[in-house]
T-cell receptor, first 113, second 115 residues
Framework: AAGVIQSPRHLIKEKRETATLKCYPI?????VYWYQQGPGQDPQFLIS???????DKGSIPDRFSAQQFSDYHSELNMSSLELGDSALYFC????????????FGPGTRLLVL | AQSVAQPEDQVNVAEGNPLTVKCTYS??????LFWYVQYPNRGLQFLLK??????LVKGSYGFEAEFNKSQTSFHLKKPSALVSDSALYFC?????????????FGAGTRLAVHP
């Protein structure tokens, strides 16, 4: 079965640079979620989109922005990167929101030097 | 504040023995409850969830979880552990906040199954 696709899988950036992470949900899934998992930590919710509209917002820094496009893929844009942004970024998708099971992608590992 | 607690950093069990990974939550209302498993350098894999109905939920790979509303617990169980079950297990809740959207995760419990 098709899974959530994330690209790139690994990314190395310098401080103050920008990064764009992409997420392609499972076909027919209309809801996308972004999570950040720091080293040895649990995943923290950043933001979610349902039918291309922001549906919920968590602890996402103002330096980050995200959107969902007409084909339901989503991009997380990160600017003025800081060392503390180094983490594993997960995207998940679900068919509709409302407690539907979230299926996670393999993650993008971001290292900020 | 809404939170999920997994009181054990690590659980050790011998292969063939039953296992339990504990989870309690502090969330108002009637949240949805989930268990996910994470293998090294992999994403989170869904195991099972509780929304309503029977307190015992059966999921993937022989895992099950028991919901206890009075104790606000959702412990993960398996009757007979396999070495391949060794991984990091996360309990998560989805509170109602204009809908059930985000997941709040516990800190994770590392399960080690020894031959």
């Amino acid at each position: 079965a098709a899974g959530v696709i994330q690209s790139p899988r690994h990314l190395i950036k310098e401080k103050r640079e920008t990064a764009t992470l992409k997420c392609y949900p499972i076909p027919r899934h209309d809801t996308v979620y972004w999570y950040q998992q720091g080293p040895g930590q649990d995943p923290q919710f950043l933001i979610s989109f349902y039918e291309k509209m922001q549906s919920d917002k968590g602890s996402i820094p103002d330096r980050f922005s995200a959107q969902q496009f007409s084909d339901y893929h989503s991009e997380l844009n990160m600017s003025s990167l800081e060392l503390g942004d180094s983490a594993l970024y997960f995207c998940a998708s679900s068919l509709d929101q409302g407690g539907k099971t979230q299926y996670f992608g393999p993650g993008t590992r971001l290292l900020v030097l | 504040a809404q939170s999920v607690a997994q009181p054990e950093d690590q659980v050790n069990v011998a292969e063939g023995n039953p296992l339990t990974v504990k989870c309690t939550y502090s969330v108002s209302g009637n949240p949805y409850l989930f268990w996910y498993v994470q293998y090294p350098n992999r994403g989170l894999q869904f195991l099972l969830k509780y929304i309503t109905g029977d307190n015992l939920v059966k999921g993937s790979y022989g895992f099950e979880a028991e919901f206890n509303k009075s104790q606000t617990s959702f412990h993960l169980k398996k009757p007979s552990a396999l070495v391949s079950d060794s991984a990091l297990y996360f309990c998560a809740v989805s509170p109602f906040s204009g809908g059930y959207n985000k997941l709040i995760f516990g800190a994770g419990t590392r399960l080690a199954v020894h031959p």
